[in-house]
């Protein structure tokens, strides 16, 4: 086990040291020299021409740039944002509490909604199952921005119950303000999980293992607990927790819908604008998001399920 | 002396494709305490789901008539908490083992599962019990396995763990559902002696349930003979092999090779064993019976008694001694 | 975009034991179990009746849409339903119903085009490292857990920022992201393939790979790589809109359903939603038509493979 887990997180190293490479260089692949890229095609003048060659090392080899920054990455210091004259790190840190509470809330309508919709739909037949079904089929069907649109619509429009647009000021206006987006944004995700939740409940009902269970007299509410559900959570948790790690770069949708003021809108308005140290920094830092609860999502597979890390020794 | 498993006119109806199909007719016979009997019948023949009626673990949308009486008590009638104590009486031993152990649990969490939950024996004494049991059916080194998950055993350990854990609740009458089946042979042959050794040292009862008939001969007291959801004979397991009563045990018993003669050509029956929805109207056999009259199809054939046993075959009387004979190989 | 999870989880890929033995002779392709009209069921058809709607729409909309739908007439902007106008004005004043029209073009050729790309390569990929085997088959894996770093929406911005806003950057993009999760599905069932008695027989005898590869391995995971393949051009329309909307794919004044779901969202806050809930209503059903078909072509492929 243990074994397993060091080799995933050589592999999320390897793979984080290759992404930010790319990440990185793609700046080059922009057409024109990395100066104009950099300044988003604005003339610079002479005085900010020295800087950036000094500050991002222009006349240095390649991968000596990218050493160079990705050191001071790793340092907190992930440049300057040319149009705005500040640190794009302190940019990013105003943001990530908008994108990190709507992430953290939309997951939990996920986990709460999702499986407890698909463990409720497994275990029951006729009318409730064909509730869950249908319910999870129309929300299947709307995506993100489709979602906010509409929920806008109804809910902020129509039926004044929820703000459009904004973040709001304090613990409790701000929750008020996400709820609308953390709904547009669980939507879609949440008929996945639901099925996929519903349909390895039902498996594990089937399975032989489980027979033996009832055979020795076990009392119903175990076996769901310690078998059936036990069993299904290998499943439902890789959904889960992959559909959570595809939130990271949907925020960005539903953020610049309802006007929060998160990484993601933040994103689309630097790609917008060319403010490609901006557009570097968030990159990276929603890539190594993605990626860490890749690994999270493989780690705890195994720890659910020993047959993938343990192997089979069978004499 | 009382049976301790009584079978009376069993009739089970499953829901096939939405639709109730019959698959046990009428079922009758009984186990003794301490005798082990056989049930013999090809695929169809509702040999599994006989056990599984006794066992209650039909699946959902059986229909069930007749009487099952284990010690006197109706098994049908039982609900809740008596349900659950009938089920340490009755253990089961499934066909794949593999298949039937959960297999994100150790096999320690599998073997003491119900002696902590249903007795309340704390961990360590359950261990220590489950380790013991697994000495009993000849796995070495028990605290090393129990530690381990099904995966890394094999087959047959694993089918031996089945068995220990099965008799750990001590039970008194075993169910094996064609328990070697999945086997390979090494193994089934280890796997039916450590069965059979361990259930006559405690006097079980036991029934065994198999389509080879010479295995259920050489573990068993008595044989059953399923076909097309009834019993069709019910004998002493070497009467059986040697004198044969009902045309279909006798072309079972013919239909073996023996190593010991040559043979041109290997026997069969001819037609394909059906369950008891698709039988015919008379003798369900009739259609594959090399001696079947226009009588036996048109009369639904009764259990009737004779040389101490029991069989299906208005014509069993007079077949007597002719069924082992050398066939005309059509 | 909804994760194609089916996909993304541990494959493990362990080829099957090669099937029952039928004398193979590599000469006829293996029988392939296909119906010309497969059973769907009212789904189904429902489901290719729009989308067939909309392919129409995409190929001819510009010829018979009523109005022109760049034709701005402010005086008009968000008034309902008038005269000829079926489904009224939009923001700026164009004919809402020919702008739907015109706009399933961008809608569904940039996916189509984004679901081929994608497919060919994630394909290509499968098959090569499935045929090959060995280091190959690590570079590759290798190499797409890289990809697998980058989710599609990302990449586009990416793309974006890099090539500028507009269709070919961010579809680039897209297929780039969705090639490691076709081609992961696509080299379990190609090396389940590979393994198979037909194929291996023909290695003996002398066939060539490539045409082991093209005449037999191909055509018999080919149901698999269009059910998989209608499956993401499903995601692709979705994440193309959510671009469009995010306005870094196609740009206004375009007429396309993304576009429009963008333009619409200030007169839906002004109470005026027809614009913007007509667009999202468009995309939605041809999301869910697509999405139904693919999961019924899956179920398909999955059993004519075993």
Known sequence: ?315 | MTALLRVEDLTVRLALNDKPREVITGTTFEIDAGEAMGLVGESGSGKSMTARAIARLLPQGAEVTGRVTFDGVDVLALAGSELRAHRSHVAVVFQDPRAHINPVRRIDDFMTESLRTLDDVPRPEASRRAAQALEEVGIDDPSKRLRQYPHELSGGMLQRVMIATALLSQPRLLLADECTTALDVTSQSEVMAILDELRRERGLSMLFITHDLELAGAVCDRTCVMYAGQVVETRTADRLHADPLHPYSAALVQARPDITSAAHRLVAIPGRPVSAFEAPTGCRFAPRCLHATDDCRSHEQEMTGLDNGRVRCERALHLRGALLEPRPHA | MSIPVGSALPTGAVPEEPGPDTVATPGDPRPVKTRLLPRLGVGGWISVAIIAVAVLLAIFGPLVRPYDPNEVTLSYANVGPLGGHLLGFDGAGRDLLSRLMVGARTTLLGAALVSIVAVAIGSSLAVASAWFGGRLDTAVSSGLDVMFAFPGILLAVLAAAVFGPGLLAAGLALAMAYSPYLARVLRGAALKERAMAYIQAGEVQGFSSWWLCFRHLLPNISSLIVAQGTIFFGFAVVDLAALSFLGLGIQPPQADWGVMVSEGKTPLLQGYPLEALAAVACIVLVVSAVSFLGERLQERSTGAQR
């Open chain 1, 1 to 315: 086990m243990l074994a397993f887990i060091v080799k995933r997180l050589v592999m999320l190293v390897v793979t984080l040291l290759v992404a930010s490479l790319l990440v990185y260089g793609s700046l080059y692949l922009a057409p024109g020299n990395p100066i104009a890229t950099l300044t988003g095609g604005r003339a610079p003048s002479p005085q900010v021409v020295a800087q950036l060659n000094a500050q991002y090392h222009l006349n240095d080899p390649f991968l000596v740039r990218y050493w160079h920054w990705l050191v001071a990455a790793l340092h907190g210091d992930l440049g300057q944002s040319i149009p705005l004259h500040e640190s794009v790190s302190t940019l990013i840190g105003q943001r990530i509490g908008v994108t990190a509470s709507l992430v953290l809330l939309t997951s939990i309508v996920i986990v709460v909604i999702g499986v407890g919709l698909g463990v409720v739909g497994a275990l029951s037949h006729g009318t409730i199952d064909n509730g869950v079904l249908i319910s999870s089929t129309v929300s299947a069907a709307m995506p993100a921005f489709a979602a906010a649109v509409v929920l806008q619509f109804v809910f902020a429009v129509k039926l004044p119950w929820f703000p459009a647009l904004g973040d709001g000021n304090g613990l409790l206006d701000s929750l008020h303000h996400l709820i609308l987006p953390a709904l547009a944004l669980a939507a879609s995700s949440v008929a996945l999980v639901t099925r996929v939740t519903r349909a390895a409940v039902r498996e594990e009902l089937e399975r032989e293992h489980v027979q033996t269970a009832v055979s020795r007299g076990l009392p119903r509410r175990t076996i769901l607990r310690r078998h059936v559900l036990r069993n299904a959570a290998i499943p439902i948790t890789t959904v889960v927790g992959l559909t959570i790690a595809s939130l990271i770069a949907l925020s960005a949708v539903v953020e610049t819908a309802f006007g929060l003021n998160g990484l993601g809108s933040y994103l689309v308005q630097a790609a917008q604008n060319k403010d490609f140290a901006v557009v570097q920094g968030i990159s990276l830092v929603l890539v190594v998001l993605f990626v860490v609860v890749n690994t999270l999502v493989d780690i705890a597979y195994a720890l659910l399920d020993p047959r993938v890390a343990i192997g089979s020794r069978a004499q």
